[in-house]
T-cell receptor, first 118, second 112 residues
Framework: EPEVTQTPSHQVTQMGQEVILRCVPISNHLYFYWYRQILGQKVEFLVSFYNNEISEKSEIFDDQFSVERPDGSNFTLKIRSTKLEDSAMYFC????????????????FGEGSRLTVL | AQSVTQLGSHVSVSEGALVLLRCNYSSSVPPYLFWYVQYPNQGLQLLLKYTSAATLVKGINGFEAEFKKSETSFHLTKPSAHMSDAAEYFCAVSDRALGLTFGTGTRLQVTL
C-alpha cells in the first residue's frame, strides 16, 4: 500500500540552527501539506502546496518557514533559524487532486518527524 | 472560519462497552468532516469521512459517525470497545479548498 514517508524520524538541534524535514508523498498525489503538533496540543495546519507553489498557509507559517519540491519526489519543510517553540512533531500529508468543490479526498499522513530544539 | 470542538480530552471505557467520542463543528458552508486516529508514536490514520452523501458513515475497525446538521455534530461511536482501540482520536473539518482544521483530540483508554 502506498504511503507517505518522512525523514528524519527524530532530530535534535540547537536554537538558531537551520533544519530541513523531508517527505516523500504518495507518487500520484499532487497536493502536499505540512502540519505540526506541539506535545499535548492539537494538530495545526502549516501550509499546503500545489503545482509548485504554496496554495494556503496559516499564521504559524511565518518567514522562518519555507517549503520546496526540489525534485519529482521530495517535499521539504525548512525552518531557517529554529526557536525553542518550534519543538514539535511535524507531519507531512498528501492527497489526490479533487475536482469540484473543496477537500473531499483523504489526506494521507506520514508518521511524523519529531523536532527537538535545545 | 471553520472549527471543531471535541468534548472530553480523555475518555475511559471498559472493554466491550460502547465508545462515544463527541465532536461539534462550526463552518460557514456545508462541511466535510473527518475522524483520524493516532496510535502511539505513529502518524494520523483516517477512520472515516463525511462528504455530503449518507449522514451515517461507517469507517474502519467498526467505527461509525453520524452527521447531524441540526446539532452541528459528528460524534464517533463503536458498539464494543477493544483494547486495541486505545489511541488518540481527532475530529477535523474542511470547508475550504485545501487544509483541515483539527480538534484538540480525545485520548481513549480501554480498561479490562
Amino acid at each position: 500500500e502506498p504511503e507517505v514517508t518522512q525523514t528524519p524520524s527524530h532530530q535534535v538541534t540547537q536554537m538558531g540552527q537551520e533544519v530541513i524535514l523531508r517527505c516523500v508523498p504518495i507518487s500520484n498525489h499532487l497536493y502536499f501539506y505540512w502540519y505540526r503538533q506541539i506535545l499535548g496540543q492539537k494538530v495545526e495546519f502549516l501550509v499546503s502546496f500545489y503545482n509548485n507553489e504554496i496554495s494556503e498557509k496559516s499564521e504559524i507559517f511565518d518567514d522562518q518557514f519555507s517549503v520546496e519540491r526540489p525534485d519529482g519526489s521530495n517535499f521539504t519543510l525548512k525552518i531557517r533559524s529554529t526557536k525553542l517553540e518550534d519543538s514539535a512533531m511535524y507531519f507531512c500529508a498528501s492527497s489526490e487532486v479533487t475536482p469540484g468543490r473543496g477537500l473531499a479526498g483523504e489526506l494521507f499522513f506520514g508518521e511524523g518527524s519529531r523536532l527537538t530544539v535545545l | 472560519a471553520q472549527s471543531v470542538t471535541q468534548l472530553g480530552s480523555h475518555v475511559s471505557v471498559s472493554e466491550g462497552a460502547l465508545v462515544l467520542l463527541r465532536c461539534n463543528y462550526s463552518s460557514s458552508v456545508p462541511p466535510y468532516l473527518f475522524w483520524y486516529v493516532q496510535y502511539p508514536n505513529q502518524g494520523l490514520q483516517l477512520l472515516l469521512k463525511y462528504t455530503s452523501a449518507a449522514t451515517l458513515v461507517k469507517g474502519i475497525n467498526g467505527f461509525e459517525a453520524e452527521f447531524k446538521k441540526s446539532e452541528t455534530s459528528f460524534h464517533l461511536t463503536k458498539p464494543s470497545a477493544h483494547m486495541s482501540d486505545a489511541a488518540e482520536y481527532f475530529c477535523a473539518v474542511s470547508d475550504r479548498a485545501l487544509g483541515l482544521t483539527f480538534g484538540t483530540g480525545t485520548r481513549l483508554q480501554v480498561t479490562l
